[in-house]
């Protein structure tokens, strides 16, 4: 009874909603108006990936691609039709190439050709040219230039003449100084002077110094290659013509004034030719002077010099050097007498010279003198020193000339002497060899 009472309940179900299919967006890129598929491009993949996704979920209409590329782009030109078009271009391009380096190399003809003709000593079609215009501007600037140099060697010649006069004493107390026979005192005196001289003597070293460290040339135009040496020579020989043009000028020769030029000019020219002693200069290192270097400088300085000065000097290095042979007798003597020179000889004896005398020809000594000995023994002393003159270095050829001896009571014994040697200038046997 309650079963049938009960009114059936249907369930309400909403109507159904009709479902849209998903639209599906073909991103078609239209080429020669909108024929065919093609594979997307970079853009339509980029756009696919994010711009059209957002659009879709806001409900916007996708503009298809061909659409935006001919927005931008514009049409896309026909190859056929315009193939004629980019032909004459290149060929426009290729005649304007063409005409270009025709142009250049007619002008490169023309400037060659007119240097040519220009820069040759022969053509004078259009009056002198560049080259005898450079010859002209050539020989202004040398001769110019001669001018300087000469007043450069003029500087150069007092000090080569004051170097010159000191050189005379620098190299007697240079021998000096070797002397074995000098006191304390006068070795001191010696040595004070000699840096005295060295002193004043690289004062005009160093004037000499920047006259000839800089070039007697200067840069001037030349056809050919010109080596730095070459352009010196040539200069050089400017000078050296320029001072026998001065000297060939010079007036009566009986004027002491102008002998004096004369003999200035011709010490100046002996200058210019001795290149080994501008050289020496030239290259000297005045912080580290020594006297070897100095007595290099004078030795150049005497063989090419022409002056009064060097011939003073000439003769000097040949006159009799006695004060060194004087020496090494004393020194040699020494060896057998050590009392030699003492002023002892009257009270215990020894040895003693009374005369000296020299053959320049020869080169043969003789000396003459006294011995005494308390013994009798005078011979052996005597003996002794002609072994020690024999086995020297600086003497040889030996001999005893004459000799006398006799006896005084009280007094002992005494002899006189006179040996006769030679000058010794290279090794002999009988010297005697030091281990």
């Known amino acids: 009874m309650e079963n049938q009472n009960k009114i059936p ?4 179900v909403a109507p159904p909603v009709a479902v849209q299919p998903p639209v599906q967006k073909v991103f078609k890129l239209d080429v ?3 024929s065919g598929n093609e594979k997307p491009s970079m853009l339509q993949t980029l756009m696919k990936a994010s711009g059209s996704v957002f659009m879709e979920k806001m409900n916007v ?48 003809v023309l400037v060659f050709g007119y240097f040519k003709l220009a820069l040759s000593p022969d053509v004078t079609i259009f ?28 500087t150069a010649r007092l000090h080569l003449d004051r170097l010159s006069q000191l050189g005379d004493g620098f190299r007697f107390h240079t021998a000096l100084a070797s002397s074995a026979t000098l006191s304390a005192v006068e070795r001191a005196e010696s040595d004070g002077e000699l840096n005295r001289l060295r002193g004043e003597m690289k004062n005009s070293l160093v004037a000499l110094k920047s006259v000839f460290i800089r070039p007697l040339a200067v840069p001037m135009y030349s056809n050919s290659p010109r080596t730095p040496a070459k352009a010196e020579g040539e200069f050089a020989d400017a000078l050296r013509a320029h001072l026998l043009q001065r000297k060939n000028e010079l007036g009566d020769l009986r004027d002491e004034a102008v002998i004096v030029e004369q003999r200035y000019l011709d010490s100046m020219i002996k200058a210019v030719d001795n290149a080994p002693l501008r050289r020496t200069i030239a290259d000297l290192d005045l912080d580290v002077l020594t006297g070897e270097k100095i007595t290099e400088v004078l030795s150049l300085l005497q063989q090419g010099g022409g002056d009064d000065l060097s011939i003073i000097s000439r003769i000097k ?8 042979i004087i020496a090494s007798i004393e020194s040699v003597t020494r060896q057998v007498d050590a009392l030699y020179g003492q ?6 004896g020894g040895i003693r010279y009374t005369d000296y005398d020299f053959d320049r020809t020869t080169g043969q000594v003789t000396v003459s003198g006294l011995t005494k ?27 005893m000339r ?16 006179r040996l006769t040697f030679y000058l010794q200038s290279g090794d002999d046997v009988r010297d005697e060899r030091i281990p």
């Not at 309940?9 to 309400?12: A, C, S």
């Open 9 to 12: 309940v249907t369930p309400q």
């Open 32 to 34: 020669e108006n909108g």
């Open 61 to 108: 209409p996708v503009q298809p691609v061909s659409d935006i590329t001919k927005s931008v782009l514009g049409p896309r030109p026909t190859l056929g039709a315009n193939s004629t078009f980019i032909r004459q271009i290149e060929e426009r391009r290729n005649r304007k190439s063409l005409r270009i380096l025709i142009g250049t190399l007619l002008v490169a």
């Open 127 to 154: 009056g002198p040219n560049i080259a005898t215009r450079f010859e002209e501007s050539n020989q202004e600037i040398k001769q110019i230039q001669t001018q300087v140099n000469e007043q450069y060697f003029r």
């Open 317 to 324: 290095e040949g006159r009799i050097r006695w004060t060194e």
């Open 343 to 348: 002023g002892l000889f009257d009270e215990i």
């Open 373 to 399: 000995t308390e013994d009798s023994k005078t011979f052996s002393l005597i003996a002794n020193l002609i072994d020690r003159f024999e086995k020297s270095s600086g003497f040889k050829d030996i001999e």
């Open 402 to 417: 004459s000799f006398s001896k006799s006896a005084a009571e009280g007094a002992g014994f005494s002899s006189s002497l």
